[in-house]
């Protein structure tokens, strides 16, 4: 996305939403990267103060990709006595979703993204859910390896871009019903969460929830400044490497294997930062790195 003209349209929907009875928050300079000028960007706690405001007039969006950042910002602008938060950011990252198939998933607010998934005909082993533009990458890159790593592994991939649908639907309008979580999310399986912001409000977001005691968040921890984009993330333990790690931890069936995987994710870190420290940028096969499923 282009900033010049983020910035510009910004000026023109303040001065137009200003005569208006609903308010439009878009979050673009969000605290996943920092590698120009530090720690400057949106702290990700502005989300936890909105959120403590009435259900009734919060929505939090985090699309994922452009088409879902499009027809979110079309539909939100044409809300009335909502506050809408949309945090994305003006990075270049990867095009997940036709348009078509952008609009159902927006319109739900939550859903499997079967195209990553293994588990269609049977349960799970693990469930991968990602929430931001940022975690849903490294979400996506952590599932890529582990489909190459441990291919028996059933896993199934949740991206939440309408965070309210979390909460229980007494609770939210948006929020799924104890019912439709639990055949996400599964009544029992572990879940590894990759989170745009403060990893404890998915946990109050979700504590009433059936399997909450399986959930695992990954998020910001107030880690790092100024450094690569990927660095970052690995400083905040949010990073491809350490979700997979993160399965394994939860995997029994694959102890003997794990071992092996666990130490690939180690070599992998070390090497990430003997690169940064030599060159200044990112591994190749980082920046580079492409959906190979």
Request: charged letters at 25%.
């Amino acid at each position: 996305m282009n900033c010049d003209i983020v910035r510009t349209g910004w000026v023109f929907f303040r001065d137009w939403l200003i005569n208006k009875v609903y308010r439009y928050d878009l979050l673009i300079s969000h605290v996943w990267q920092q590698d120009h000028n530090g720690s400057s960007h949106q702290d990700p706690g502005f989300i936890d103060h909105v959120v403590n405001k009435k259900a009734d007039i919060i929505r939090v969006y985090l699309p994922p990709d452009a088409n879902t950042l499009l027809y979110i910002t079309d539909k939100r602008l044409r809300s009335n006595n909502i506050i809408n938060v949309i945090v994305a950011g003006k990075q270049q990252l990867p095009q997940w979703l036709y348009m078509d198939a952008a609009i159902k998933h927006c319109t739900a607010g939550i859903g499997i993204w079967s195209w990553a998934s293994n588990d269609q005909e049977t349960e799970p082993d693990v469930v991968m859910a990602c929430a931001g533009d940022v975690p849903t990458l490294e979400t996506l890159a952590a599932v890529d390896l582990l489909h190459q790593l441990t291919p028996n592994l059933k896993i199934r991939v949740i991206n939440v871009v309408d965070l309210m649908t979390l909460q229980p639907r007494e609770e939210h309008p948006h929020g799924l019903s104890n019912k439709d979580f639990d055949t996400l999310f599964t009544p029992d399986k572990p879940i590894i969460f990759a989170y745009h912001g403060y990893p404890w409000l998915i946990h109050r977001l979700t504590y009433r929830r059936t399997n909450h005691k399986n959930l695992h968040v990954r998020g910001y921890k107030e880690e790092g400044s100024t450094t690569t984009p990927f660095d970052r993330v690995v400083l905040n333990d949010l990073d491809r490497f350490h979700l997979v790690a993160d399965v394994i931890d939860r995997m029994s069936k694959f102890s003997s294997a794990g071992a092996y995987v666990k130490q690939f994710v180690r070599d992998k870190l070390i090497e990430h930062h003997q690169y940064i420290t030599i060159h200044g940028e990112d591994m190749p096969e980082i920046t580079n790195w492409k959906w190979s499923c």
